[in-house]
């Protein structure tokens, strides 16, 4: 089973914030950006689960 992102999310969080605290501008950056990786991931792996829950209707329906 997959995080969705979590990791990335937590991760991206961690260093944004310890570039805010110490005025790493790159650090921040760094961090905005592994919030955004791991939102993708979560917004990724929730159309697969959705894809994959209408292929299984979609085939229930054809087996009737």
């Not at 979590?6 to 310890?18: L, Q, R, V, W």
């Not at 790159?26 to 592994?34: I, M, P, W, Y």
């Amino acid at each position: 089973m997959t995080d969705k992102g979590f990791t990335d999310k937590a991760k991206g969080k961690a260093k944004e914030t310890t570039g805010k605290v110490t005025g790493d501008n790159k650090k921040k950056a760094e961090g905005l950006l592994d919030q955004t990786v791991g939102k993708v991931k979560e917004v990724a792996a929730d159309a697969k689960e959705k894809v994959e829950d209408i292929t299984d209707d979609v085939k229930k329906k054809l087996d009737k």
